[in-house]
């Protein structure tokens, strides 16, 4: 920060420092590049062989392993575990590269219908990925519908929830009674209806829960609704899995009361802070220079809402009617909170904050240590 | 995961390949120890030379080269930058147990206000690291704090907020005037206003934007307000650089407006929802099983509250009468945009969200980009 401050002497023996430093580097670049082509090489093994690319007590052996012997040379166990985890973020980022096993050879053809949405864009490559053939649907094909489904083994739904039901309702109850047909939306109970009512055939209904920028499915989790015929898409099943994600089975209905809370909710509280800053003319600047690491977190998770599709929240928050009783309770609760504050009760606001802190129990110190882990590694990320 | 998959040839391969993979990791470590060392070495020439652990200009110019390196050798420049920051904050860790350069080498002892309190012995640490003479002042120090306070070159009051002006009234009026009078309240003007008052000499207010268990505080962000005769305390503010932080100077009115942003409202918003799941009697179990990344996060950020001290929430929410205001102002807000919801008109949701997004402007994006980093660090986490 103040170079003034050093001599002549100081200089030269930092500089020597740093010279070992670049060298040490460089050898750590080399090796980095090993490791990543051994680890492709297990992937092209694993390909060949269709045995998924997340091993998870592989990976978890693997890492106690490294934490031991890092102790043993004083190095901090936890260090080698973050390093070797990032490394496996790369590593199976560089899976699409190899491709995937495919799991059904005898499908006939996929139709991704919305397959120009961000989301079908992704399942439509990790499914050319593993060898199969699909076709995309949107809008404007509907004329060539007939010829587009012809012979297709696998259709998916992917549209905006707004249209989903009586998209299906519509335009899906022709399929070949063979035909599996499975839909991606993140409300599960009404699509399932709709595609139970429409077709005879089997019928999956899916949640991807994350969103179509992940670069890798690795360790990502698909909630998994079953509709009719599990047997017949047993093999889709097997396949998202050796794309790396993890299955959750569910009931549509617990599903989308979760997501109640966890989506509508969540999203539009985010949503009224982001109005709120604008409405009290905060000066984002000022805010963030203010800003400690969990600030700047928050700031950035509600900022990142509003730089994606307001049609795609309104959608979210629309798709269930039981949304908006989730987000008036908040306001209920809200309401009373501040009152509870207004009153200079500070003894009661105390008292609740107990409460809660019972009812989370464990769950609290480890989200503790789990958000310092997070907040250490957006530090890390500061250029100063 | 299914390993009655692979046949007796693709298990030896694998073992066979993840043999070198063993090695390569052997390398890694023994490279790890080797860098932590040449930096520990940098960090005692540094040492040595009162010069700042964290350079922000050597780091960025260090990461450019090594980006370079990388792509050179077909390595994603993302993986090495991440990579050497995580060894940074590793780094920075370790620079404890050499300590720090004495800025001021003939100033009498510290006194801490409050160095039982997690911040205060974070601070007396620190000082002590840098060669100081600390002493502690409690509670129940009291009766004995003419014998504390005699030949004290530093005061730093750390109490909570609730108490902070009035002990400065009550107990602080009688320091010597050449002593040095600092606090650490997240609230800043009445706190600065009562030293000022209580003090005729050398007055500063300082708020570190950090929780106290960082484990360093390089790139850590304090905020300064200026009170009184600068030049006397000058020494102390190289001397917080020098352990790694960086100084925002800061209005204390335009600071403290900042917060009722930043830490009231926010804290208040985090602590209705967790009552809110908890009214709501979610199982978190559930809740987290569906959770993708994103939500894992928010989560998290609103359970770690409730691992802390409500005492310490209730001060900081309760420390600034406005920030009821702030809390209130989201609560309209939040009415009415429930209201425009209930209503059913998706096209005003959708302008409002492009009206708050076009004021996010630039911000929204960048955001974006940032939480995608924290996610997939989120992501590499997961054990499975």
């Not at 093994?45 to 106690?64: D, Q, T």
């Not at 396949?239 to 509508?264: F, T, Y």
């Amino acid at each position: 920060m103040d170079n003034s401050k050093m001599n002549e002497k100081t200089t030269e023996d930092l500089e020597k420092l740093r010279g070992h430093i670049d060298n040490v580097d460089q050898q750590l670049l080399h090796l980095l590049r090993k490791r990543l082509d051994l680890v492709g090489q297990v992937g092209a093994v694993k390909h060949a062989a269709g045995v998924p690319i997340y091993a998870p007590e592989r990976e978890a052996s693997m890492l106690a392993k490294r934490r031991e012997e890092a102790s043993k040379m004083n190095v901090s166990p936890q260090l080698i575990e973050d390093i070797l985890r990032r490394l496996m973020r790369e590593s199976y980022l560089n899976e699409k590269d190899v491709g995937f096993k495919q799991v059904k050879t005898d499908l006939g053809h996929v139709v991704i219908v919305g397959g120009k949405g961000k989301l079908g864009e992704l399942f439509s490559q990790m499914l050319r990925l593993s060898g199969y053939h699909v076709k995309s649907l949107d809008k404007d094909d509907w004329p060539n519908a007939d010829a587009i489904f012809a012979g297709a083994g696998l259709v998916i739904v992917t549209v905006p929830i707004s249209i989903t039901c009586e998209l299906i309702t519509s335009k899906l109850s022709q399929l070949p009674e063979s035909c599996i047909l499975a839909d991606l939306t993140s409300v599960k109970a009404k699509p399932l209806d709709a595609m139970l009512t429409a077709h005879k055939g089997p019928v999956v209904g899916l949640h991807p829960m994350f969103g179509p920028d992940v670069g890798s499915l690795a360790k990502q989790v698909v909630v998994v609704c079953h509709g009719r015929d599990q047997d017949k898409y047993q093999w889709l099943m097997e396949q998202i899995q050796i794309w790396g994600a993890r299955l959750v089975e569910a009931d549509a209905q617990k599903h989308d009361k979760a997501m109640q809370l966890v989506q509508a909710m969540r999203h539009f509280s985010s949503f009224v802070y982001g109005l709120n800053l604008y409405r009290e003319e905060a000066d984002i600047d000022t805010l963030l220079q203010f800003s400690s690491p969990i600030y700047r977190l928050e700031l950035a998770m509600v900022g990142r809402l509003f730089a994606q599709s307001p049609e795609l929240y309104a959608d979210i928050i629309y798709a269930q009617r039981e949304s908006l009783t989730a987000i008036g309770d908040y306001l209920e609760n809200y309401t009373q909170a501040l009152e509870l504050l207004k009153s200079g009760d500070r003894q009661g606001f105390i008292e609740q904050f107990e409460e809660v802190a019972n009812w989370f129990g464990d769950f609290a110190p480890q989200f503790q240590r789990e958000s310092r882990a997070m907040l250490q590694s957006v530090n890390d990320m500061k250029a100063g």
